[in-house]
Nanobody, 118 residues
Framework: VQLQASGGGLVEPGGSLRLSCAAS????????MGWYRQYPGKQRELVAD???????NYADSVKGRFTISRDNGKNTIYLQMNSLKPEDTAVYYC?????????????WGQGTQVTVSS
């Protein structure tokens, strides 16, 4: 199973970016998925997550600015990030809880850098 993240980049304050994370490989189903971010020298922190049924949860720092969504048919989640701030600059990692032949396994995607700067 692989999770492939994309969509990071450089954007000015107030701008927008959309991150995508697609799961591929052999598995039965994907349950919770979401995004974490990591600042240099810090632990990863939850940004947003979404259940297979579409229930979303957000960190207080991004509520009202970020929207997480998923397309179960494509095994893909998205993170629409609006009104970006310099403090959103971090490496963003997606994850998925995947049910396969060996049970439920938590997978991480590779990080994608988001830089908010003028």
């Amino acid at each position: 199973v692989q999770l492939q993240a994309s969509g990071g980049g450089l954007v000015e304050p107030g701008g927008s970016l959309r991150l995508s994370c697609a799961a591929s490989g052999n598995f039965f189903s994907i349950h919770g998925m979401g995004w974490y971010r990591q600042y240099p020298g810090k632990q990863r922190e939850l940004v947003a997550d979404i259940s297979s049924g579409g229930s979303a949860n957000y960190a207080d720092s991004v509520k009202g600015r970020f929207t997480i969504s998923r397309d179960n048919g494509k095994n893909t989640i998205y993170l629409q990030m609006n009104s970006l701030k310099p403090e959103d600059t971090a490496v963003y990692y997606c994850y998925g809880v995947v049910r396969g032949a060996s049970g439920y396994v938590h997978y991480w995607g590779q990080g994608t850098q988001v830089t908010v700067s003028s």
